[in-house]
Every structure is written in structure tokens, then in C-alpha cells.
């Protein structure tokens, strides 16, 4: 079909000039729809993958991302962390993890949390390697001491400010006395502050893993849960399945939990959101790719007598399709690169171009998040070229079918 001869007389009718006025305008309408098209598609997925990529960070980073527990607890919880780094090289650490629902209580209000008991000199390490940074340093928990690193909107909530001290009562270790259920409770003094610029600042607290357990009524010496850190968050699931396979020789009941029990669903509306987007926009190809056979529909009717002339000639039937699914290519191959560079442009330049103009879609000073992803824009450009290809076939193969006596009879 794609011999040279049907390529050089395809690329010749491309860059002839249409006799045809309105032919050229659905021409030039297909082109511009698959440019548009592939343009937007680049623009709008690179800040859909940004805003996933923020919401990874900003919430996934904090959150614990994979939990293992077990009820008897880990005889030497450092021996099972060097075991599945060994086996998992996604696991960037390991570090023992215990936490509750509780309540925080301050002079002027009360708000609920989810009560997260670190060992600090473990969890600086791994927290920096995960993006997440919180200012003071974890090394402000000290065991007995009783502090307690708070989450900025948290600290607002509650009226309260670094050095403040404010009350804790746990959701574990709840004492049964005559006068009923008394909770577990201690006061804390609030030795820093975290931002993560996500929900997380108004849900998480952090203390020390021993007060923790201390408030929950439990042995300090004892771990029940190590917590592991993923290179990619979004890995815990597979994670997760190869855990119970490594750690198979201890007879122990093993539990695994990640963050899809708390936050899957916000990243499912994400990424649901994100694939209806793409295929809204992916229309608009769809229809570009309509006007191509249009284009070429009325230029197998102008062409009809040439195309028998060719066929007298000695030019095969697949040759003569070969002619016009080279002339609609160029087009949607004109419109495709005119899209990618497009795209690519404004997508590199976005932020600078919406400041610009005064338009701030996050609100003031929050620059829109880009990330371009490779696999994405073989897909745009892979998806493109197989629509417009699909959309030549009909034309060509009706102008294959040309009867040169018939058409030249009256000629």
C-alpha cells in the first residue's frame, strides 16, 4: 500500500492547492481540531499530574503509607526491617509505629486527631527522604518529657502556639471506675509546629513513641507495628501482597493496612476525575478525525478521474489507498506536532503565562503544579495517529474501488 510512488503522488495532492474552497476549509477545521486537541490533552493531564503529585506528597508523605502489626508484637522490630528492606528494595525504611483516636483539649476549644507515636531519631531520617519536613526537628519529642508536634491549622483551631500546654485524652486505655468509663489522659506541652499545606494539618499529632504507649496504657518496650516508607505511595498495594510472603516463617497472625483504608478514596476521585477529563478531551480528536474523512471524501470525488488515470497506468488498488491515507496522514500529522509543540510550550510556560494575566487558580502566590510525563505524551501521540489512521481507511479504500471505465467514459 505504501510504496513510494503512492507516497510522492499522496505528498504532491497534500501540497497542491485545492480547487475545492470548501474541501480546504474541512482540511484546515481537521487540523486545527486535532492541534487543539492534542494541545489541551498535553496542558490539562501534566496539571492533573501535578495535582495527584501534591496530593501524594502533601498528604501520602505524612500518613502512614504501609502498617504492619502483629497482636504478640515484633521480638526485634530492627531484625524485620532489615529483612524486607533486603527483599523490597522500594522500602526506603522502617520505623516502629503506634497510634490512636484521641482528643486534644486547649483553654479555648477541643478537636479530634489521629494520635501518631514516633520514635523521633528514626523518623527524621526517613521523613526527609519522603519530602516531608517539619520545622522544629523531631528530635523536640523527648521520652517522658510529654511534647507534642501539632499541625499548623490543628494550633490554630485550638488557640495555641509553641510552649502552650494543652490536654490529651486517648481513645485506648480506657479505666473502668464506679462512676463509669475514664479515659486515658495527660497533658502535653506543644514543642513545634508542621505544614503539610493538605487535611493532614488539621487531623495528625505527633509524640514520642514511648508517651504514647505510656498514654494508651501499654509497655513502651513492647512494638506492636513497624510502618513502612515507600520510595512510591503509590506501591503499598503491592507492597502489601509481598509482605506476608517474606515474614511467612513467623508463626505469629500478621496484619497489613496502607493508605488506601483512610485516603483511597480522594486519590480514586483524582484519578477518576483525571481519566474522564483525558477522555472528554480525547473527543475532540475524535471529531477532527471525522472531519478527515470528510476531507477526503470530497477530495476521492474531485480526484475520481485522475485516480482512473493512474489505475490505466499500471497503479495497483492498494496503491491507490496508499495515496489518500498518506494525504490525510500529513494532515493529522501536521495537526500532531503542531499540538505537541503547542502543548509543551504551554505547559513549561504556565505559571509564568496565568501570572501574566493576573489569574491565580490556587489562590495567591500558589503556583499551578506541572509534571510532564513521558508515557503520557506517547499515548496522545500514539492514540492520535491510530484515530486519524482509522479515519483514512474508509476514503482510501472507496477510492480503490474506482471502475476506470466507468469513469473516464464520458472523458
Known amino acids: 500500500m505504501f510504496s513510494s510512488s503512492a507516497f510522492l503522488i499522496g505528498y504532491r495532492y497534500w501540497r497542491a492547492r485545492k480547487a475545492n474552497a470548501f474541501a480546504s476549509f474541512i482540511t484546515l477545521f481537521a487540523v486545527s481540531g486535532i492541534f487543539l486537541g492534542v494541545a489541551a490533552l498535553i496542558v490539562v493531564s501534566s496539571v492533573m499530574n501535578g495535582l495527584e503529585g501534591q496530593l501524594k506528597t502533601r498528604i501520602l508523605g505524612a500518613v502512614p503509607q504501609v502498617v504492619i502489626d502483629k497482636p504478640d508484637g515484633f521480638a526485634d522490630w530492627r531484625q524485620t526491617a532489615d529483612q524486607l528492606q533486603a527483599k523490597l528494595p522500594d522500602i526506603v525504611g522502617v520505623s516502629p509505629s503506634t497510634g490512636t483516636q484521641a482528643m486534644l483539649q486547649s483553654s479555648s476549644n477541643i478537636s479530634a ?7 523521633p531519631e528514626v523518623e ?12 522544629p526537628a523531631f528530635d523536640s519529642l523527648v521520652s517522658g518529657e510529654y511534647r507534642i508536634i501539632l499541625g499548623v491549622q490543628l494550633a490554630s483551631e485550638l488557640d495555641v502556639a509553641v510552649g502552650d500546654t494543652i490536654r490529651v485524652l486517648s481513645g485506648e486505655g480506657v479505666v473502668f471506675s464506679p462512676l463509669g468509663p475514664v479515659p486515658s489522659q495527660r497533658k502535653f506541652i506543644v514543642s513545634g509546629l508542621f505544614q503539610m499545606g493538605s487535611q493532614v494539618d ?14 494508651m496504657r501499654k509497655s513502651p518496650d513492647r512494638v506492636d507495628a513497624v510502618r513502612l516508607y515507600l520510595d512510591d505511595p503509590f506501591k503499598a498495594e503491592t507492597i502489601g501482597q509481598s509482605v506476608p510472603e517474606i515474614l511467612a516463617g513467623d508463626d505469629k497472625p500478621l496484619n497489613v493496612h496502607d493508605w488506601r483504608d483512610s485516603y483511597g478514596h480522594l486519590f ?14 480525547s473527543l475532540i480528536v475524535a471529531v477532527a478525525a471525522f472531519n478527515i474523512v470528510s476531507a477526503l471524501v470530497m477530495m476521492v470525488v474531485d480526484k475520481t478521474t485522475d485516480v482512473a488515470v ?3 497506468q499500471g497503479l495497483t488498488r492498494s496503491a491507490v489507498m ?27 510556560n504556565l505559571n509564568p503565562l496565568l501570572s501574566s494575566l493576573g489569574i491565580a487558580v490556587l489562590g495567591a502566590g500558589q503556583p499551578l503544579p506541572v509534571i510532564i510525563s513521558a508515557e503520557q505524551l506517547w499515548l496522545i501521540v500514539l492514540g492520535t495517529v491510530v484515530i486519524t489512521l482509522l479515519a483514512t481507511l474508509y476514503p482510501a479504500l472507496r477510492a480503490s474501488r474506482v471502475e476506470p471505465a466507468s469513469a473516464l467514459r464520458y472523458e
Request: proline fraction near 0%; aromatic fraction near 6%.
Open 202 to 215: 488539621a487531623q495528625l499529632a505527633f509524640i514520642h513513641y514511648d508517651d504514647a504507649r505510656r498514654l
Open 322 to 348: 496508499g495515496v489518500f491515507v498518506t494525504q490525510g496522514s500529513l494532515n493529522a500529522l501536521l495537526g500532531l506536532v503542531l499540538g505537541l509543540i503547542a502543548g509543551l510550550l504551554l505547559t513549561l
Open 310 to 312: 493512474l489505475m490505466t
Open 124 to 135: 527524621a531520617r526517613l521523613a526527609t527522604q519522603t519530602t516531608t519536613v517539619y520545622s
Open 268 to 281: 480514586g476521585a483524582v484519578k477518576m476525575e483525571k481519566n474522564m477529563t483525558s477522555l472528554m478531551l
Open 113 to 119: 486527631v489521629q494520635l501518631s507515636g514516633i520514635l
